[in-house]
């Protein structure tokens, strides 16, 4: 039962310039795969500024 759970994919790295495609794909997200990605249901500028935040956390550790 627990591999029926378990979706394959692929985990790599993102880079600079797919920032944009990112959001974007975040922002079509309906709101049951939001609740699901960000463990609750999130506003538009919500998406927005939680991919702000992840740049700017990125930018220092680079």
């Not at 627990?2 to 790599?12: A, H, Q, S, Y």
Request: aromatic share 10%.
């Amino acid at each position: 039962m627990l591999e029926e759970l378990i979706t394959p994919g692929v985990i790599r790295k993102l880079y600079a310039w797919e920032s944009d495609l990112l959001t974007a794909h975040f922002l079509r997200l309906d709101p049951a795969a939001r609740h699901c990605r960000f463990a609750a249901g999130v506003s538009d500028e919500t998406v927005v500024a939680y991919w702000s935040l992840n740049q700017k956390a990125r930018m220092r550790t680079s």
